[in-house]
């Protein structure tokens, strides 16, 4: 079945960087475009970054994250990653890995970020 397991959350000052990981398994990873969300206490779950599938690479960012973030994959290891620097507090937040497969929607079990001095 397909999996989604993320990791590498943890507790950060603001300005610092943390980098997220998310292992898949379960479909072919190569095939299917992956995306990060996240989630704040109290708030709707946005959309963070995309990465397409493979052959040539598009990725694409909420304006909240652009040129702080960057999402990356390696289709050998399947793996999508999160690199996020310059972390405010306000990028606190349960994110969630995500893979739409077979007109299904999958998530990982989500990490939890929290930026705060």
């Known amino acids: 079945q397909v999996q989604l397991v993320e990791s590498g959350g943890g507790l950060v000052q603001p300005g610092g960087s943390l980098r997220l990981s998310c292992a898949a398994s379960?479909?072919?990873?190569?095939?299917?475009?992956m995306r990060w969300y996240r989630q704040a206490p109290g708030k709707e779950r946005e959309l963070v970054a995309t990465?397409?599938?493979?052959?040539?690479?598009?990725?694409n960012y909420a304006d909240s994250v652009k040129g702080r973030f960057t999402i990356s994959r390696d289709n050998a290891k399947n793996t999508v990653w999160l690199q996020m620097n310059s972390l405010k507090p306000e990028d606190t937040a349960v994110y969630y890995c995500?893979?739409?497969?077979?007109?299904?929607?999958?998530w990982g079990q989500g990490t939890q970020v929290t930026v705060s001095s």
């Open positions: 990465i397409s599938n493979s052959g040539i690479i598009f990725t």
């Open positions: 379960g479909f072919t990873f190569s095939n299917v475009a």
């Open positions: 995500n893979a739409r497969y077979s007109g299904d929607n999958y």
